[in-house]
T-cell receptor
């Protein structure tokens, strides 16, 4: 089984719909992240969480919300999806080493029509 | 805020050496990492530099100069499988040690 599992892997939805992307990890790490990847823009941080009671906004949090349901689970929600939220979304977890090595899930490709 | 600059594309031939540069601006620099991402895959960690100097891991090396806000990834003995995107990323200690990525460099390795 993968260390970081994302569901769904692919989703096509319509403008205005509510979407939830789920992430679970078996690494036992406290730190979890959601990134968005667009061609030519790299990975941009949406939200991050350092423990169950901690939620922090990243570079591009507008239009998104998150929930840290447990140490192993971190979900990303789009309350009312819009076409410019079409992107590849990655969940990641990291250790507490100095390098803060990120382990990524396989990604969730979201298309908003 | 933070910003990272790296070339968008680099092309090299199999067996050659290639260097991918990264310059960064951040208010709370803690370290520079490099990640590799193949098409359709997830980014994977390659290396990390917190102090000035060169870190070597097999065919890959990474360099950091904190005074110049500059680093590079050096790939030696290039292989076709090295064709991928490479991202530099800064660990920033403002707001609790988050990692911010550059836009990535697409490396094409030709036979």
């Amino acid at each position: 089984d993968a260390d970081v599992t994302q569901t769904p892997r692919n989703r096509i939805t319509k403008t205005g719909k509510r979407i939830m992307l789920e992430c679970s990890q078996t690494k036992g790490h406290d730190r979890m992240y959601w990134y968005r990847q667009d061609p030519g823009l790299g990975l941009r941080l949406i939200y991050y969480s350092f423990d169950v009671k901690d939620i922090n906004k990243g570079e591009i949090s507008d239009g998104y919300s998150v929930s840290r349901q447990a140490q192993a689970k971190f979900s990303l929600s789009l309350e009312s999806a819009i076409p410019n939220q079409t992107a590849l979304y990655f969940c990641a977890t990291s250790d507490q080493s100095g390098a803060n090595v990120l382990t990524f899930g396989a990604g969730s490709r979201l298309t908003v029509l | 805020g933070q910003s990272l600059e790296q070339p968008s594309e680099v092309t090299a031939v199999e067996g050659a050496i290639v260097q991918i540069n990264c310059t960064y601006q951040t208010s709370g620099f803690y370290g520079l990492s490099w990640y590799q991402q193949h098409d359709g895959g997830a980014p994977t960690f390659l290396s990390y530099n917190a102090l000035d100097g060169l870190e070597e891991t097999g065919r890959f090396s990474s360099f950091l100069s904190r005074s110049d806000s500059y680093g590079y990834l050096l790939l030696q003995e290039l292989q076709m499988k090295d064709s991928a995107s490479y991202f530099c990323a800064v660990r920033d200690n403002t707001g609790g040690f988050k990692t911010i990525f550059g836009a990535g460099t697409r490396l094409f390795v030709k036979a």
